[in-house]
């Protein structure tokens, strides 16, 4: 008994031991795939000296990659299309020959200029109500490409030291950035305004969602909403890629890039330093990247800088 004991014992032992070392290995193999090629850089002014230094010109000139053939004639649907980046995007939409429907709270002129197919005003992506009402809104048909742009970001700097944390705030950055494009997802596929097979969901969030950069990009803490909201929005697009995956509707998670925006204004003294480009060019290198957007890629979190993935 005492060695049918001694036995059993050293078996567990040995089993432990090897699922530990299991561990240990799938967490190295995790640790080198992060620092791999596939990857891209979390220390942004690293990244971009890299890419001048490198003479990458995917992500130094987008124009000698980028080929919006693909856009001519598709029905793109784009949230906050009347300001921003998402009015960057609906101008290179536009200027492509996508038919563009802007999904917007109210218009602009500079969105009205561009003679969309539709805009569908009245959308307050935080309202299930108003979300509930776009298809029967949109008239002219199913959508090709849902671009999920809308977004919200607090511009004070949020910290525990000094009490200077807005609660408010965050929960509004996390319902606009997180839940708003699940809400409008939802209600373009129950009217079923996105095809099975054919239509290609883009959710914009950022690279502030990855919990793997933030002792890179956030050493000392901070900003509470804006990266919560933003790995919300993204553990949102994964989920929804797992979904939609019976469908065969792929579903990409796009980091812009640093663009030149109202949003990112506050930041201006490092837009050059760091890479920052007119949102014109941020909105050719998300064109880019969701042309790419497939069932092989879908779920993927994808860097629109340099077309690489983003740890999460």
Same mark, same amino acid.
């Given at each position: ?65 980028? =080929? ?55 959308? =307050? ?31 004070? &700097? ?61 050493? =000392?803490?901070? =900003? ?15 989920? &929804? ?35 920052? &480009? ?35």
């Amino acid at each position: 008994k005492m060695r049918n004991l001694l036995a059993a014992s050293l078996l567990l032992a040995s089993t432990s031991a090897f699922r530990v070392s299991q561990q240990s290995r799938a967490f190295l193999h995790s640790s080198s795939l992060r620092m791999s090629s596939q990857y891209s850089m979390p220390d942004q002014p690293a990244r971009f000296a890299k890419a001048k230094a490198e003479k990458n010109a995917r992500f130094l000139d987008i124009d000698s990659c980028y =080929d919006p053939a693909y856009l001519s004639g598709k029905r793109v649907a784009v949230t906050g299309a009347n300001r921003g980046i998402g009015l960057s995007l609906a101008k290179e939409l536009a200027a492509q020959g996508a038919k563009l429907i802007g999904i917007v709270r109210k218009s602009s002129p500079e969105l009205d200029a561009l003679n969309p197919d539709e805009v569908i005003t009245g959308i =307050d992506v935080t309202s299930d109500e108003a979300c509930a009402t776009i298809g029967s809104k949109i008239q002219k048909g199913p959508i090709d490409i849902l671009i999920n742009n809308a977004g919200y970001f607090y511009e004070p &700097v949020e910290k525990i030291e000094g009490n200077a944390l807005n609660f408010a705030e965050e929960m509004k950055m996390i319902d606009i950035c997180a839940v708003g494009p699940l809400r409008v997802t939802n209600a373009l596929y129950n009217a079923n305004l996105l095809k099975p097979n054919t239509s290609v969901i883009a959710m914009i969030t950022s690279q502030g969602g990855s919990i793997d950069w933030r002792t890179t990009q956030n050493p =000392d803490g901070g =900003d509470y909403g804006h990266h919560m909201s933003k790995a919300a929005a993204n553990m949102m697009g994964v989920l &929804v890629a797992q979904e939609m995956k019976k469908f065969g509707i792929a579903c990409g998670i796009l980091h812009p890039g640093f663009n030149k925006t109202e949003m990112t204004a506050k930041y201006a003294k490092i837009w050059e330093v760091e890479g920052a &480009v007119d949102a014109s060019v941020g909105a050719k290198r998300v064109c880019h990247e969701i042309g790419k957007i497939n069932m092989e890629t879908t779920g993927k979190f994808i860097n629109c800088e340099d077309g690489l993935e983003i740890p999460w």
